[in-house]
């Protein structure tokens, strides 16, 4: 199984199952659902949303936290472990492969702490499209302040929505409009993040699972220069891989050279080979 995070501004449904489902298939759309591709490849998906995004409610700080995020996240995949008979042993006493996890755009910080801290709950790491940069570093908020703590209620927009393609001829029109629709009915208002520093912890020194660092060539906010840092940089001892997609944004998984995407994924998760050499893979 292979777990799936969405990153800053968008939900799981319309980030990665879009145009997906029995129903769909029976259109002449076609599917852009990475969660049906991967199926397709022999994984098992699982997508999850933070707090406060999609059909998830926001907990009483109306906020999202990178540290309740990898809270939640180590929960599910010890329910996927559960849900799977991961937690046991064969006869043979190998123990049985984790799940692996994926994370796009923030939602790769929010893998990428949850690899450094609980490493035994995964057998794999995605980092796609990360926004890793070891020369940004997140303030901390005030500790005291006179100013009005209230929410701003901001809405998402169709501009919002169609931001991330940015190359001409990546994804047709009529596709980026229906994420677009898609998007704003699942996430109509703007989740408001906080406590940002907690980011700063990143280090990828400290990430010693097999890991595969992927993104789009000109993916505006994860440059190859700093691809090659964080990928440089990821602890000894596991297999590394570093794929660039060619004629590629932000959003590789869903334009047309989709089928890439999945297939570099679905191959690293089946094949990659971890430091351990007891457990079965």
Same mark, same amino acid.
């Given at each position: 199984?292979?777990?799936?995070?969405?990153?800053?501004?968008?939900?799981?449904?319309?980030?990665?199952?879009?145009?997906?489902?029995?129903?769909?298939?029976?259109?002449?759309?076609?599917?852009?659902?990475?969660?049906?591709?991967?199926?397709? /490849?022999?994984?098992?998906?699982?997508?999850? =949303? !933070?707090?406060?995004? *999609?059909?998830? $409610? &926001?907990?009483?700080?109306?906020?999202?936290?990178?540290?309740?995020?990898?809270?939640?996240?180590?929960?599910?995949?010890?329910?996927?472990?559960?849900?799977?008979?991961?937690?046991?042993?064969?006869?043979?006493?190998?123990?049985?492969?984790?799940?692996?996890?994926?994370?796009?755009?923030?939602?790769?910080?929010?893998?990428?702490?949850?690899?450094?801290?609980?490493?035994?709950?995964?057998?794999?790491?995605?980092?796609?499209?990360?926004?890793?940069?070891?020369?940004?570093?997140?303030?901390?908020?005030?500790?005291?302040?006179?100013?009005?703590?209230?929410?701003?209620?901001?809405? /998402?927009?169709?501009?919002?929505?169609?931001? =991330? !393609?940015?190359?001409? *001829?990546?994804? $047709? &029109?009529?596709?980026?409009?229906?994420?677009?629709?898609?998007?704003?009915?699942?996430?109509?208002?703007?989740?408001?993040?906080?406590?940002?520093?907690?980011?700063?912890?990143?280090?990828?020194?400290?990430?010693?699972?097999?890991?595969?660092?992927?993104?789009?060539?000109?993916?505006?906010?994860?440059?190859?220069?700093?691809?090659?840092?964080?990928?440089?940089?990821?602890?000894?001892?596991?297999?590394?891989?570093?794929?660039?997609?060619?004629?590629?944004?932000?959003?590789?998984?869903?334009?047309?050279?989709?089928?890439?995407?999945?297939?570099?994924?679905?191959?690293?998760?089946? /094949?990659?080979?971890?430091?351990?050499?007891?457990?079965?893979?």
């Amino acid at each position: 199984p292979i777990l799936l995070l969405h990153g800053r501004t968008w939900s799981s449904v319309p980030v990665y199952h879009l145009l997906g489902g029995p129903k769909q298939r029976m259109s002449t759309e076609d599917s852009r659902s990475l969660m049906e591709a991967l199926s397709a /490849n022999g994984l098992q998906p699982y997508a999850m =949303d !933070f707090r406060g995004f *999609g059909g998830t $409610p &926001p907990d009483a700080t109306k906020t999202v936290e990178p540290r309740q995020c990898v809270t939640d996240v180590e929960a599910v995949l010890q329910w996927i472990s559960d849900r799977h008979g991961l937690n046991s042993k064969r006869d043979d006493g190998v123990s049985f492969e984790k799940p692996a996890l994926l994370g796009w755009s923030q939602g790769a910080l929010v893998a990428q702490l949850v690899a450094q801290k609980s490493p035994p709950l995964l057998s794999r790491l995605i980092l796609y499209g990360s926004i890793y940069d070891p020369l940004v570093r997140y303030a901390r908020e005030p500790l005291y302040t006179t100013s009005s703590q209230e929410i701003r209620r901001i809405e /998402n927009t169709i501009d919002d929505a169609v931001e =991330d !393609f940015t190359i001409a *001829g990546s994804i $047709p &029109p009529e596709t980026a409009m229906y994420f677009a629709r898609a998007a704003l009915q699942s996430d109509p208002i703007k989740a408001v993040w906080s406590h940002l520093h907690q980011f700063n912890n990143c280090d990828p020194a400290r990430v010693n699972v097999p890991t595969l660092v992927v993104a789009g060539d000109q993916d505006p906010y994860a440059p190859l220069h700093v691809q090659g840092e964080l990928f440089s940089n990821l602890g000894r001892g596991s297999d590394r891989t570093w794929s660039i997609l060619a004629d590629a944004d932000h959003a590789v998984h869903l334009l047309e050279g989709r089928g890439r995407f999945a297939n570099i994924v679905a191959s690293f998760v089946q /094949n990659a080979k971890r430091r351990d050499k007891e457990n079965l893979y």
